[in-house]
């Protein structure tokens, strides 16, 4: 199935784009973000440790979900990635 | 899942603050937004709010607040005015170049409203100085770059059961929500560790902070007098590359510091009993 995922704050600048299309093997969250990882800029989603990096948000439609949850995506489902911005 | 809606402010003011008739004939216009009034009014008149910084957000924040009549506002902002602040933080100005920032942005804001009470740190929030600053604050409205001094002010106010409004830009998008302690996610919950991307310059217009700032300063007036509903556990994204908006649920982190001494006060009220 194929997943809307939309970039949001710094990702998208560093990714030149504000959505990736990915052509999912399974449906999941896990899989989703492996992909992801695979991708150019998937270092910018890690932490040191190489687990994904606590200060990128994630959320499924309009609701946060954790990297760690088990989500299994529905046809029409986006995902949004969101990484911090602040004032100045 | 359903979130939690939270209408109003803790308001700790046991009295209220009557209005001349000069601030009747200067608020007049405002007083007849149904749900405010002149008890809204009141509130605005009788509560000190702490923005921090004085900077392309801070600026609009403290000037909105400034024409609608708070009572005080404590700033804090550390250092002078250089020639890049100039595109966004409006409480600054060119002939003002090398002064001090805070002393610019009291002196612009006293012009607007000479009734307003002042109290002035030229000094940016760190947990150092962050009791002393919020000492006279009813509520916070962070408009600091660094994370340091955003996560400082969200200890600060969760320690003292104070509200925090959090704004934020970056290039064309913006971000705005309130956190209620005990009651929402706190900043922790929500980026539990400084983020490794941010970098403390970037590219902003000042329209943008203009928009985020005006609509903070819209979110304070509410949650002070009680009108409408506010950005509890909700994220709001301004994308205005596209002028879009959304409303993202937040979740509160139960790893988080603030759920763990929620969960340890409970217990300790619990034992009492």
Known sequence: MKLTVFLQGQLRLLVGKDQVVLSLTKPSLSTALQMLCERSFGHR????????????????????IKATDEVFFAEGDTLTLLSPISGG | MQQEVIDTMPLKHETLSALTPEEQAIYEWQMWTPGFGELGQQKLKSTSVLVSRVGGLGSIVAYQLAAAGIGKLVLAHGGQIKPSDLNRQILMTYQ???????????????????????????????????????????????????????????????????????CAMYELEAQL?????????????????????????????????????????????????????????????????????????????????????????????????
């Open chain 1, 45 to 64: 989603l890690l932490a040191k440790d190489g687990s994904i990096s606590p200060s990128i948000l994630f959320f499924l439609g309009d609701q946060q």
């Open chain 2, 96 to 166: 003002g170049l090398g002064q001090s920032r805070v002393a610019s942005a009291k002196e612009r804001l006293l012009q607007l409203n000479p009734r307003l009470d002042i109290q002035a740190f030229d000094e940016n929030i760190s947990s150092e100085n962050c009791d002393k600053i919020m000492a006279e604050a009813d509520l916070v409205i962070d408009c600091a770059p660094l994370f340091a001094e955003r996560f400082a002010m969200n200890d600060g106010a969760l320690a003292k059961g104070i509200p925090l409004i959090e």
């Open chain 2, 177 to 273: 929500t309130t956190i209620i302690p005990e009651q929402t996610p706190c900043l922790r919950c929500i980026y539990p560790e400084t983020p490794p991307l941010w970098k403390r310059e970037f590219p902003v217009f000042g329209a943008v902070s203009g928009t985020v700032g005006c609509m903070a300063a819209m979110e304070a007036i509410k949650l002070i007098s009680g009108l409408g509903s506010l950005l509890t556990n909700t994220l709001l994204t301004i994308d205005l590359r596209t002028m879009s908006t959304r409303k993202l649920q937040l979740n509160k982190n139960t790893l988080c510091s603030c759920q763990q001494a929620i969960k340890t006060k409970g217990l300790a009220e619990h034992a009492c009993e």
